[in-house]
């Protein structure tokens, strides 16, 4: 989603400005533009497409030194991927960029159409701009505080005012931005990736409160007009954990991390052999009345929450439902103080996720967060959070955040079922020592590589793939679909093996592509004579096993075996396999695989 980024200080602000949209490049955008402070006033320059095109033109059409200026990759909401709706955008005396959405726009751009004021572009962004000029009589906080009562929606602002040089004023609402201050400058931008190369030491900027960022520092002043000081964050990875490391992609170097995000992540929380979660302030009475558990997320993130309800379901005998945060959030749903509402999410900025926190905590449940990045609004607004420990994660198909994710739930799960007397010490060690093992399943299935590049070199010209499995495995199955979809575009649907003759075996005819997982020992006989079915209509099936249950290979085109490992915890082996082909089809088909069109990292508006 947008991009942002500004910077007031000693440095080349054109330099520190691309640099810093190149960072945010992984976010997915359509466009960019920056604006920066010359001897002439405030100099803007944008471009439709990638960074490099607006580097290209800054170099073109600017030789003035600045050191002070606001950066934003554009990625369509309102109006067409054009140069002139690209930010920044100006009216009057200010100029700024955005991120999120002003809902109430076409009743503001109305009310300056009625005064003969029209905007130059289709944007909502462009709008703010002019209200917030509409409000300026020479005092920047004052007419910031004026705009923002008068729009509706999520934003996120760094603003200039021509008179007010190497300034920067921000403000947010829902929308994030992190900052810092350092003996260069000070800096802003919507996530940390971006600010990494200047500080490891950073701040939220509380919502509703004004950033004044200048050479010297940074003040924030809260709705009373109080300057205050934030809360200071420290970020524990550094630029290099941000870039390739000599991997084509993020996304195959970010598969490669996966063992030691989950080490990372579950060996803090692991005392004498048990999982220990006082640490992360989470105790124990965080279960007492808990009837019931609801968990929440989008994509990925919810496919995740499909795993960790069948471990919570099958150790502690309550209800748990996994629900789609853009769905949940409207459905009126019963929820109730003995409700525990778990909410996952990889940047802890998905504006659907957030809104179904919101509820859940209207609602008086209990929340309990999975995020991965630190100090974000979902991570601040749950009553407790589990930080996962996977490092940033840029490649916009999401892989070492699901593993980690899955190691969370099913952690949490086992200090839910102990404290609960549902397992005893000794249970829970050995699900703790299995918990660890997944580390080595994983690195082993990571040399599973060359394997798997040249089965899915079949995918390359399919239209149309199925993915089947049953309990576990059709969790898995929906996730390795929508990583396949996103990155290779082939189109494929994850079905309940079972349901096939309800209706789609209709679709399976010659050569079509079936993955099929039969990692389950309790359904396994099952879903092989769903592969027998899928496999005499002509279909070309891909077996994904358990090296335990002796699968005879002839049943299918390919197989992949899985290492000997218990079923409840296969789920973190299958995922790297079904990774693995969803990036080696994508590279077949020669595409990029990082940065998928019309997708974006971290989806921050509705
Ligand atoms: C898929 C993917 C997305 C995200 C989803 C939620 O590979 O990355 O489906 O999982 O947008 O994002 P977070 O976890 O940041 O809330």
Excluded at 93 to 116: D, P, S
Excluded at 259 to 270: D, G, L, V, W, Y
Aim: one cysteine or more; a negative charge; aromatic letters at 6%.
């Amino acid at each position: 989603m947008c991009g942002i980024i500004g910077y007031t200080g000693q440095q080349d602000a054109k330099e520190v400005l691309t640099e810093g949209l190149r960072q945010l490049e992984y976010r997915g955008y359509d466009s960019a533009g920056i604006a920066f402070l010359t001897d002439d006033g405030i100099k803007t320059i944008k471009s439709v497409g990638k960074v490099e095109c607006l580097c290209d033109k800054v170099k073109k059409e600017s030789d003035d030194a600045t050191t002070c200026g606001i950066g934003h990759t554009r990625w369509a909401t309102h109006g067409g991927v054009t140069d002139t709706n690209c930010h920044p955008h100006s009216a009057g005396k200010v100029t700024l960029i955005h991120n999120g959405i002003i809902e109430n726009y076409k009743e503001l751009q109305k009310e300056f159409e009625a005064k003969g004021i029209h905007p130059v572009s289709q944007t909502d962004s462009e709008i703010a701009a002019m209200v917030i000029n509409d409000c300026y009589d020479g005092d920047p906080i004052k007419a910031i505080r004026s705009a923002t009562k008068r729009l509706e929606g999520a934003y996120a602002f760094c603003i200039m005012f021509e008179d007010h040089p190497d300034v920067i004023y921000a403000i947010r609402n829902g929308s994030p931005l992190v900052a810092a201050a350092t003996d260069e400058g000070s800096v802003i931008a919507s996530d940390m990736v971006a600010l990494i190369k200047y500080s490891k030491d950073y701040f939220v900027l509380p919502e509703h409160h004004i950033a004044r960022l200048t050479k010297d520092g940074i003040v924030v002043i809260n709705e009373n007009h109080v300057a205050i000081d934030p809360p200071m964050l420290h970020v524990n990875w550094d630029v290099a954990a941000a870039k390739k490391g000599g991997y084509d992609y993020f996304m195959l170097k970010e598969i490669h991390e996966q063992p030691e995000a989950i080490r990372n992540t579950i060996t803090p929380r692991t005392k004498d052999g048990l999982p220990y979660l006082e640490d992360d302030g989470v105790p124990d009475t965080i279960f007492d009345g808990i009837n019931r558990i609801v968990i929440t997320g989008c994509g990925t993130a919810m496919h995740a929450g499909l795993v960790g309800k069948n471990m919570l379901e099958h150790l502690i005998r309550i209800p748990v439902s996994v629900e789609i945060a853009s769905e949940f959030r409207y459905s009126n749903p019963i929820l109730d103080p003995h409700t525990l509402v778990i909410t996952i999410s990889q940047s802890g900025e998905t504006a659907d996720t957030k809104a179904a926190l919101e509820l859940a905590n209207k609602c008086g449940c209990k929340t309990l967060s999975i995020v991965n990045a630190k100090g974000t609004s979902i991570a601040r607004e749950s009553d407790y959070v589990l930080y996962t420990h996977a490092g940033p994660e840029i490649a916009v198909a999401s892989t070492k955040a699901y593993t980690v994710q899955l190691s969370v739930l099913y952690l949490f799960a086992f200090r839910f079922a102990l404290v609960r007397g549902c397992i005893s010490e000794q249970e829970a060690r050995d699900y703790m020592k299995k918990l660890h093992a997944t580390i080595d399943d994983i690195t082993t299935v990571l040399t599973y590589d060359t394997q798997i590049q040249s089965i899915s070199e079949r995918l390359k010209h399919s239209e149309d793939l199925f993915f089947i499995g049953r309990g576990l495995d059709y969790a898995l199955s929906c996730e390795g679909s929508i990583k396949l979809k996103e990155i290779s575009y082939i189109h494929s649907e994850a079905y309940a093996a079972g349901e096939l003759k309800h209706g789609t075996i209709s679709l399976i005819t010659d050569n079509v592509p079936v993955i099929a997982l039969a990692t389950q020992r309790n359904v396994l006989a099952k879903t092989l004579s769903n592969v027998v079915e899928v496999r005499s209509r002509g279909a070309m099936v891909i077996l994904i096993t358990n090296a335990d249950t002796q699968v005879d290979a002839s049943l299918c085109d390919h197989m992949i075996t899985l290492p000997k490992m218990d079923d409840a915890f296969t789920p973190f082996a299958s995922a790297v396999v079904l990774q693995y082909i969803a990036y080696y089809a994508a590279i077949s088909r020669g595409l990029n695989v990082d940065q998928p069109r019309n997708l974006a990292k971290s989806v921050t508006v509705e």
